[in-house]
């Protein structure tokens, strides 16, 4: 039995890592580096001082670096995934839902927040 485990996790093993070519950012980790370029786009923005560096690749390298990619590696399997309009679509329905999810837990977190009794200042009304 034991056997015909390990038989079938290594033929899903290898039809998994069949899926991506090699030097193809994988699905998920692509929808969670667009994620966070979103996330820093909105940033950039939002920071008069930061406006300036929207412009350049620059920002997004820590970015890249943080899940171990290059820029070039990045752009190649963008170009890989456009021409695979599929996985294309299933990498944004995976971004939005990462930033969805980021989204209820700080509107959690503000929640909570706002419920809290403040204990440091006094209303004299």
Do not use: W
């Not at 034991?2 to 193809?24: E, P, R």
């Not at 940033?43 to 820029?71: E, I, N, Q, W």
């Not at 309009?85 to 837990?105: F, N, P, V």
């Not at 929640?111 to 004299?124: I, K, L």
């Amino acid at each position: 039995m034991k056997k015909i485990a390990t038989i079938f996790l290594c033929c899903f093993l290898v039809s998994v890592t069949a899926c991506t070519q090699k030097g193809i950012i994988p699905k998920k980790k692509m929808a969670a580096i667009n994620a966070d370029f979103y996330l820093m786009d909105q940033y950039l923005g939002a920071d008069l001082t930061m406006r300036k560096f929207s412009d350049t690749t620059a920002v997004y390298k820590p970015v890249l670096r943080y899940y171990g990619y290059t820029a070039d590696e990045y752009f190649t399997s963008v170009d890989y995934y456009l021409e695979n309009s599929r996985d294309m679509a299933k990498i944004l329905d995976m971004t939005e839902a990462i930033l969805r999810k980021r989204q209820k837990a700080i509107m959690k977190r503000i929640e909570a927040d706002s419920h809290r009794v403040d204990t440091t200042t006094t209303n004299f009304f």
